[in-house]
């Protein structure tokens, strides 16, 4: 088993924030996704911010907490000068993703004396270089020397496996499996292991037998590992330099479909993607990215792109724009459940049209070709946000959403809410007093009349940030010919906000 240096930046995308958008770290600070906390600086957890917590359950717990949207790019993109400044003591990094690297110990620790004085001194040199803090860990495998990073540690050599029996199974970072095992009174990564493999790949899949070997921590050695051959790399050279970050990375994901579909025809796929570039001014571009689990065609793609963006846009260096771009697969394993099956793929059709919104995408450009992606929210504009193809769509929210808007949902949402108005029988406009009180019966929609009606539903959003509060009420009407509208009345004004089929 190879012994395994990995090196892990706490709280990652906090410090990129910091590093970045100059975010102050040392407050309490949350980063959001799919509203949702995702990561938080230590003044937040000292508050009772958690990752999993929702937003307004989080700024609940912490009214000054500093909230920062996720941005994987922006990640990359600050932890370029990291890596530079490990690849400055040693070689051969590999990227396992933003904030966390890993690298063989063995040199290393025979330059520096042993792996606590190699750990001290690319602890010491990113301090220095790159005014960050980070933890170092090593133990047999990748996996294994990323636990042992978040305390610190050095795992004695051949105790790995003894390291890895206790830690708990939510450690192997799959929800499925960990919930499916639990529930089967599986707690731990050591009971885990203890289970026959051939049992685990035949009960659970390929993923889940990956992750077997993880708990065992022989992660170096995952299933038919071997060389990939040389025809499976993929590269092009740009006519122009490219420049621009989205135009680089449109490219790259043109590459990532390319090598996913040739690596897919062998019955292959890829762990570890190795990224190579040259500049307009002739200097080679390298870094390998690694992944323990399989790398699909838009995962090949985000890592792409991140990359990319670290090499364009970071500050204190000026490559120039790219003139080639290659990738290889710098690790692959054997997966049938690549290969087209007996009968023929069931997967054709959404293939054929994912490669057609692409193309859409190459004549017109990578934002414009949008798909609709479930988010929370009280309102129904709210319950749909655009994300362009192929980019990550991030996960559904949970429901319910409290205080949301009752079913029926509307058919139209319009982007622009239109103006309204509601009168009562003798044509007096109709409002709603602070006891949620009507001042009127609603008997006319400007001169349509109102055959019957529901509401009003209060939402009181961010009282407690007059800046950002929004306080309105909701009602659902149908006028006498069959037309029904969502209504919402805020300071004083009617709008439509959506139209019911």
């Known amino acids: 088993m190879s012994r395994t240096l990995y090196v892990w930046c706490p709280d990652w995308p906090v410090i990129a924030a910091g590093l970045v958008e100059g975010v102050p770290v040392h407050e309490p600070v949350a980063v959001l996704a799919a509203n949702r906390v995702v990561a938080c600086s230590a003044a937040a957890r000292a508050e009772g911010v958690r990752p999993g917590l929702r937003r307004r359950e989080a700024q609940g717990r912490c009214p000054y907490l500093v909230v920062v949207l996720d941005d994987p790019a922006r990640d990359a993109r600050a932890f370029e000068p990291v890596v530079e400044a490990v690849e400055d003591l040693v070689a051969g990094v590999e990227v396992i993703r933003p904030g966390a690297a890993a690298l063989a110990a063995r040199g290393p620790s025979r330059y520096f004396g042993s792996e606590a004085g190699a750990a001290e001194r690319i602890v010491e040199h990113i301090a220095q270089t790159c005014r960050v803090e980070a933890q170092i860990g090593v133990a047999d495998g990748v996996f294994a020397a990323g636990l042992a990073a978040r305390t610190g540690r050095l795992v004695p050599d051949g105790g790995t496996s003894d390291f890895l029996a206790d830690i708990d199974i939510a450690a192997l970072d799959r929800p499925e499996l960990v919930d499916l095992l639990r529930r089967l009174g599986v707690r731990t990564l050591g009971g885990f292991a203890a289970l026959p493999a051939a049992d685990v790949l035949a009960r659970f899949g390929l993923d889940a037998a990956l992750a077997h070997r993880l708990a065992g921590g022989r992660d170096e050695r995952p299933l038919a590992v071997r060389q990939p051959p040389p025809d499976l790399d993929v590269g092009q050279v740009f006519d122009e330099p490219l420049e621009r970050v989205d135009t680089a990375a449109f490219a790259a994901r043109q590459l990532a479909e390319r090598l996913h579909a040739r690596l897919a025809g062998h019955g292959l796929a890829c762990t570890r993607l190795g990224i190579a570039a040259l500049t307009g001014h002739g200097e080679e571009l390298h870094r390998t990215w690694r992944h323990d689990g399989l790398l ?3 995962a090949i793609a985000d890592r792409v792109r991140w990359q990319l963006d670290g090499w364009l846009t970071r500050s204190g260096r000026g490559p120039g724009g790219l003139v080639r771009l290659r990738l290889y697969p710098d690790g692959v394993v054997e997966y049938a459940g690549l290969q087209l099956g007996l009968w023929g ?9 994912h490669r057609a919104l692409t193309r859409v995408q190459g004549l017109l450009g990578p934002d414009a070709v949008y798909t609709a992606v479930p988010a929370g ?23 319910p959403w409290p205080g949301g808007l009752p079913a029926p949902s509307p058919a139209t949402v319009p ?50 940030a007059p800046a950002e509060a929004s306080r309105r009420v909701r009602f659902q009407v149908r006028l006498a010919d069959g037309r029904a509208y969502l209504l919402v009345l805020s300071a004083g004004a009617w709008t439509i906000q959506g139209v019911y089929d």
């Open 296 to 298: 699909t065609a838009a």
């Open 345 to 353: 793929d069931a997967g054709e059709d959404r293939d054929r049209a």
């Open 377 to 399: 929210g009280r309102d129904p504009g709210d319950r749909i946000r655009l994300v362009p193809w192929g980019d990550e769509r991030g996960s559904e929210p949970e429901l």
């Open 415 to 464: 982007p622009v809410p239109l103006p309204a108005e509601v009168y009562d029988a003798d044509g007096a406009p109709v409002g709603v007093t602070a006891r949620l009180e009507l001042t009127g019966v609603p008997a006319r929609l400007g001169t349509d009349p109102i055959a019957g009606w529901a509401g009003p539903w209060p939402v009181d959003e961010r009282w407690w």
